[in-house]
């Protein structure tokens, strides 16, 4: 069992920056990547990065491309993504997940079977 971990949520205004972090504890030895997804009221969890657990392989929506950053440092069980020229429209609850069994769709929900349970971002315009 993974236990993962979120904070750095919080208010900000546009144009502006936030770190979040993710914390995994348990069997971190069976993790093979971690991502994030965010979700707003009366949608899907929509996929925001993804990064491998040895720290390898970033990738990003397009909606965030060029403004966050997903990283890993290695012997550390934490995932940041830092976020910059943040916009209104990424205000969402954003979720840590990881996988034991990544598959090639690193993009999609199900393909993490393991979820923390999510920090408010908010930007405010």
């Known amino acids: 069992q993974v236990l993962l971990v979120e904070s750095g949520g919080g208010l900000v205004q546009a144009g502006g920056s936030l770190r979040l972090s993710c914390t995994a504890s348990?069997?971190?030895?069976?993790?093979?990547?971690m991502a994030w997804f965010r979700q707003t009221p009366g949608k899907d969890h929509e996929f925001v990065s993804r990064?491998?657990?040895?720290?390898?392989?970033?990738t990003y929506a397009d909606s965030v491309k060029g403004r966050f950053t997903i990283s890993r440092v290695n012997a550390q069980n934490t995932v940041w993504l830092q976020m910059n020229s943040l916009k209104p429209e990424d205000t969402a609850v954003y979720y840590c997940?990881?996988?034991?069994?990544?598959?090639?769709?690193?993009?999609?929900?199900?393909?993490?079977?393991?979820w923390g349970q999510g920090t408010q971002v908010t930007v405010s315009s």
């Open positions: 997940a990881a996988t034991d069994n990544e598959s090639g769709r690193s993009y999609l929900k199900g393909a993490y079977n393991y």
């Open positions: 990064i491998r657990w040895t720290g390898s392989g970033p």
């Open positions: 348990g069997r971190t030895s069976s993790i093979t990547a």
